[in-house]
Structure formats: structure tokens, C-alpha cells
T-cell receptor, first 111, second 115 residues
Framework: RKEVEQDPGPFNVPEGATVAFNCTYSNSASQSFFWYRQDCRKEPKLLMSVYSSGNEDGRFTAQLNRASQYISLLIRDSKLSDSATYLCVVNIGNQGGKLIFGQGTELSVKP | DVKVTQSSRYLVKRTGEKVFLECVQDMDHENMFWYRQDPGLGLRLIYFSYDVKMKEKGDIPEGYSVSREKKERFSLILESASTNQTSMYLC??????????????FGPGTRLLVL
């Protein structure tokens, strides 16, 4: 089983749609969770950290379910500029700073 | 604003050549990482370093070595390049410390083609 699993997509949605990405992780000792965004042929960039109570940043909402070892990212009112690959990222407990990246979910927002 | 730079955006080398990829960060980060990214395989960790002259193997260290002589600089070395090392190479850095300080900041990447 992969340490971090995501649906690779692609998700093709119209502008204005709401889209949700899911991610599961296998290491119950994980303590830190992130969503990164990667544009085509560019480097990954931090989109948001995921806190245990869930957190929101504008149109983006992240949620964490530790019991189910599940993380989600919700994007409301999708924009063309949201088209990218979204990477679910998890630390692996006590290995100080080492992160595991999911393979990413590709999102394409169409006019 | 964190800045991570990599010495080349594109590189073409021949099989058997020794290849050096350089990475520099300007935020005094303790941790530095080298990944490769391939379609369908995602980001895979090659090596990482927690401090000057310290290095740890990642998931796919075979065929690679690293050097960290200064805190801001982390070099990836392909001792004898092979065609299966054609890939996108990404360097990242982060602070040391526990949860909440692990955000990694990436350089723009080096696309390496080995012929």
C-alpha cells in the first residue's frame, strides 16, 4: 500500500464548480499535513497546511480525519487559474522534516 | 520570501558523464532535499541533509551522491549518468524542528536529459 494515496484524476470541471479531492495516508504516526499545488512544468508550492480542526483559506477548505487517516481539499467557485496538479503531503512521524508526497490529482477547469 | 535556486533549468548529458546539480537556498534552512519527479511516479526522495556535512539516503539513492559543505548549498552528483536518470530534479529546503516547521520550499527544477 502506498504511504499517501490520491485519485490521479484528471478532474475536468466547469468554471464555478465545487470540486473535492481526497487523500489517504498509511502512517498513523503522521502529525503534519499539507496540500501543495504544482503547475505544469513548474515546482510544487505550498497551498495550505492542514490543521486538525480543519481550516479555510478563501475558496479552499482542508479537512483532516485522523481516525480514518484521510485528508480532503475542497475548492469552491473554481477558476480557470485553479487548473493544476494538487499534491497531498504528509510527514512520517519522527523523521524530522521528511515528507511523503502523493502522486497528485490533476484538475482542469474549463470555461 | 524564501528563495531556492538551482544551477540549471535544462541540462543535456551523455551516458557515463559525471553530472553536478547545484542547489542554493537563502533562508538559513537546516534541512535540504533532492527529489526526482517522473510521470506516474510522483516525487521520490533521493537524499536529504539535516546539517552541514550530514546526509541521509532517501528512497532511491542508487547512482547518486550528495555534498553539503556549506549550509546554504546542497549538491547532487550523478557519478556516471545513465539514460534511466533522465528526469526532473527538484531541490527543496525547510527549517529544522517539529510539526509546523516542515514546509518545504522548492527550487524551479532541473530537467536532465541523458543521451
Amino acid at each position: 500500500r502506498k504511504e499517501v494515496e490520491q485519485d490521479p484524476g484528471p478532474f475536468n470541471v466547469p468554471e464555478g464548480a465545487t470540486v473535492a479531492f481526497n487523500c489517504t495516508y498509511s502512517n498513523s504516526a503522521s502529525q503534519s499535513f499539507f496540500w501543495y499545488r504544482q503547475d505544469c512544468r513548474k515546482e510544487p508550492k505550498l497551498l495550505m497546511s492542514v490543521y486538525s480542526s480543519g481550516n479555510e483559506d478563501g475558496r479552499f477548505t482542508a479537512q483532516l480525519n485522523r481516525a480514518s487517516q484521510y485528508i480532503s481539499l475542497l475548492i469552491r467557485d473554481s477558476k480557470l487559474s485553479d487548473s493544476a496538479t494538487y499534491l497531498c503531503v504528509v510527514n512520517i512521524g519522527n523523521q524530522g522534516g521528511k515528507l511523503i508526497f502523493g502522486q497528485g490529482t490533476e484538475l482542469s477547469v474549463k470555461p | 520570501d524564501v528563495k531556492v535556486t538551482q544551477s540549471s533549468r535544462y541540462l543535456v548529458k551523455r551516458t557515463g558523464e559525471k553530472v553536478f546539480l547545484e542547489c542554493v537556498q537563502d533562508m538559513d534552512h537546516e534541512n535540504m532535499f533532492w527529489y526526482r519527479q517522473d510521470p506516474g511516479l510522483g516525487l521520490r526522495l533521493i537524499y536529504f541533509s539535516y546539517d552541514v556535512k550530514m546526509k541521509e539516503k532517501g528512497d532511491i539513492p542508487e547512482g547518486y551522491s550528495v555534498s553539503r559543505e556549506k549550509k546554504e548549498r546542497f549538491s547532487l552528483i550523478l557519478e556516471s549518468a545513465s539514460t534511466n536518470q533522465t528526469s526532473m530534479y527538484l531541490c527543496a529546503s525547510s527549517l529544522a524542528g517539529g510539526p509546523g516547521q516542515e514546509t518545504q520550499y522548492f527550487g524551479p527544477g532541473t530537467r536532465l536529459l541523458v543521451l
